[in-house]
């Protein structure tokens, strides 16, 4: 791949699906630290480990997200109702089984 090539790609779905994610992670630059592949193909969540507040949610494409924060790539193939955790951006990411 040389320098001027697009990164590939790296989800099963469009660039342009719906996700949910915060102000702060998309306007404040917070890191994203929770993602979630809701149960029953209900989309994606990209949030900053800060208490969720319903004024502060965003719909967005998963393709800004991603643009925003690539590393999320790695989670492309998350099972549909799991949620991945890190401490910090670059941290490793931990898998499980979202019971919510």
């Keep these: 791949m040389t320098r001027d090539s697009p990164i590939a790609w ?5 660039r342009n699906t719906a996700a949910c ?13 929770i993602v979630q592949n809701l149960a029953d ?11 969720f507040d319903i ?23 998350l099972p549909e109702g ?5 401490e910090a951006h670059g941290a490793s990411w931990r898998r499980e089984h979202d019971d919510v």
């Excluded at 994610?21 to 630290?33: D, G, H, K, Q, Y």
């Excluded at 799991?82 to 890190?86: E, G, K, N, Y």
């Design 10 to 14: 790296p989800f099963d779905i469009p």
């Design 21 to 33: 994610t915060t102000r702060s992670v998309m306007e404040e630059n917070a890191p994203i630290v």
């Design 41 to 51: 193909g209900e989309g994606w969540t990209f949030l900053d480990g800060q208490a």
């Design 55 to 77: 004024a502060s949610a965003l719909l967005v494409t998963i393709g800004s997200i991603y643009d925003r924060d690539p590393s999320i790539g790695v989670l492309a193939d």
């Design 82 to 86: 799991w949620v991945a955790t890190r």
